[in-house]
């Protein structure tokens, strides 16, 4: 009896699979089983369309039903794309007419720039920075576009450490906006970014949609791999990453390798002290899809690495562990003032959030849902302690 493929093996297949390596994965000694494990997988971390594209190509003999799941995620992504860039069309105008300053972020930059073909990159919400002195009028531009504002703990402890607002649409058809003034950290948090930096290293983009050409600022090719590395891995590291967001890198290094500047890219990353969360993303690519990555900028991120805080839960296998430490890790990196707003939002967070998060039947129940919100901490917290000691 043929033994499963491990999972463990399937992601190396994965992997193997979506590298621009000339090797192979044997598929001869895949079973009906193997196969299913491999597609779940695939539309687990987010590369079924690629999967599907690359198996097209090679023509490689797979299950048609499982070809099938795979095509269906293809044309859904790019369906759903297709009406992504038609509402970010529709942002970009109404902020152009009110001269809002936009960089358009992470996917929907990528899927048009260094994908071959949008379909293959699944987005589910649609990013974009705008300057903190214009976040108000461009809210209001959101607002008056038919979306609502998304709920937070405590908005005072969001000009702390926030670095973005969401809305979310009023009708079906539509997608989450985050709206950013700030990345990867706010003001409070000693891992924040020099926003000024970033948009002084951003470039004109355009594109089409329709019979318009639209116009946006996207982030230079150096200044989006610091970005993203950072975003992966201090915002996204561990239990909570996908290999869509490595395969991003990836792509964006070997596809644009004669746009980066790898000397401004590590002055910048020793400067904002992300060499840590820099060398952890790039070594991570180098090891699943062999990308070309200079050795003296592994050398030069590893000169800072020991003198930076990078917690060991970035490297966690447990959600339950790894949603934990994270509040543990931003509060250990916050200013004092900012510890104690952090630590009341969580044990007493706004009505609104209480509302949006446990959807009470009737409305004015959400006094009691406190009680059940301090359950929970305590309860995660418990788990995790459980694990500690009894590994």
């Known amino acids: 009896m043929t033994m499963p493929v491990s999972p463990n093996e399937l992601y190396r297949v994965l992997c193997q699979l979506l590298a621009d390596g000339a090797e192979r994965p044997e598929w001869a000694a895949f079973t009906s089983e193997d196969w299913r494990g491999f597609t779940s997988l695939a539309v687990a971390e987010g590369v079924a369309p690629l999967v599907y594209w690359r198996l097209r190509q090679s023509h490689d003999d797979i299950p048609s039903d499982l070809l099938k799941t795979l095509a269906a995620q293809y044309y859904m992504t790019a369906a759903e794309n297709t009406l992504l860039y038609a509402e970010m069309a529709r942002i970009l105008a109404a902020f152009g007419a009110e001269r809002v300053p936009v960089i358009v972020l992470k996917g929907a930059v990528l899927a048009k720039t260094i994908y071959p ?10 990013d974009l920075l705008v300057p903190r002195k214009d976040i108000e009028r461009a809210s209001t531009i959101i607002r008056d576009l038919d979306y609502q504002e998304v709920a937070v703990q405590s908005r005072a402890l969001n000009r702390y450490i926030g670095t973005q607002v969401n809305f979310l649409p ?9 709206l950013h003034w700030g990345l990867i950290a706010g003001s409070a948090d000693r891992r924040t970014a020099d926003v000024q930096w970033f948009w002084e290293n951003s470039e004109l983009w355009q594109l089409s949609s329709g019979p318009e050409l639209m116009e946006a600022r996207i982030l230079s090719p150096t200044a989006n791999l610091l970005y993203l590395t950072a975003h992966l891995i201090l915002q996204h590291g561990g239990a909570q990453s996908r290999l869509l967001w490595y395969y991003d890198l990836h792509l964006l290094i070997s596809q644009l390798t004669e746009r980066l500047n790898w000397n401004i890219y590590l002055e910048q990353a020793l400067a904002l002290r992300w060499a840590a969360s820099q060398l952890a993303g790039l070594k991570a690519v180098q090891v699943l899809f ?7 900028v ?13 917690s060991s839960s970035h490297l966690a296998s447990s959600l339950m562990e790894m949603k934990v430490s994270d509040h543990w890790d931003r509060i250990v990196s916050l200013s004092w003032r900012a510890k104690l707003l952090y630590l009341l939002a969580m044990v007493f967070p706004s009505p609104a959030f209480l509302r949006r998060r446990y959807s009470p039947r009737p409305d004015w129940l959400w006094p009691a849902l406190y009680p059940l919100r301090w359950v929970e901490m305590a309860h995660d917290g418990l788990i995790v302690l459980a694990e500690q000691v009894w590994r």
């Open 117 to 126: 073909d949008p379909a293959l990159r699944p987005m589910s919400d649609l």
């Open 170 to 178: 009023l009708t079906k058809s539509g997608h989450e906006v985050e």
């Open 290 to 296: 062999n990308t070309p990555i200079p050795s003296r």
């Open 298 to 310: 592994l050398t030069g991120l590893s000169a800072q690495y020991e003198s930076l805080p990078f």
